[in-house]
């Protein structure tokens, strides 16, 4: 990109964050009028899912490469992803209301009420929170073993002990959630 510096890059990286992020904020289940392709594989939920998946591309770019950032930006990153986990969870109660206030049309093959359809949104979540997981651990065991490397700071240990605890919240509401719908219960790694 033209104009993309080692001085804009940490710019242009931290608002592809918030723009992830916002999107995930308006992102809302939809019923289709048409039977497409995408309606059949995603359902009603791909607004929903794509941030999700977008948010991990970004997430393990930073992880492969947060050398080449500065190191104020580490903690722009655990707030970012803080966001995406309560976005994440709020999205993911949000969609379960709007799929139990949908009436079932079986036998139409577009059944935006079909359990087949919320699957795999609780695992785009789980998948989601897994790679929040790993970048903690990650940073954790990087900020324990070189303090100078990313500058490890109080606020920043504490700012991702936060993020593990809300992490482990929005787990909890997969499994609440996969227990009342009916749903197999993803396993979320915390490696």
């Known amino acids: ?12 990286f ?12 308006l992102s809302r289940p939809h019923c289709s009028t048409e039977f497409s392709n995408s309606y059949q594989k995603e359902g009603p939920y791909e607004e929903v899912l794509w941030p999700l998946e977008s948010y991990g591309k970004l997430l393990s770019i930073f992880q492969s490469y947060h050398i080449f950032f500065p190191r104020r930006f580490l903690f722009t990153v655990i707030k970012s992803s803080l966001l995406m986990v309560r976005l994440s969870d709020c999205q993911l109660r949000e ?7 949908q009436h079932s049309q079986i036998g139409t093959g577009r059944d935006s009420a079909s359990a087949e359809f919320l ?3 609780v695992d785009g ?5 897994a ?5 903690c ?5 990087q900020l324990n073993s070189d303090k100078r490397s990313l500058g490890s700071s109080y606020k920043q ?19 609440s959630i996969c227990q009342s719908q009916n749903l197999i219960s993803p396993s979320v790694s915390k490696s």
């Open 131 to 135: 790679r929040i997981f790993s970048f």
């Open 125 to 129: 979540v789980a998948v989601s929170i």
């Open 14 to 25: 931290e608002l592809l964050l918030h723009l992830i992020n916002a999107s995930l904020s």
């Open 95 to 101: 969609c379960v209301q709007w799929r139990n206030s």
């Open 157 to 175: 240990t504490k700012a991702i002990a936060g993020l593990l605890y809300c992490c482990e919240g929005t787990q909890e509401t997969l499994h």
């Open 1 to 12: 990109l033209p104009g993309l510096n080692e001085k804009t890059y940490s710019s242009l």
């Open 119 to 121: 699957q795999p949104l």
């Open 137 to 141: 651990n990650l940073i954790k065991s």
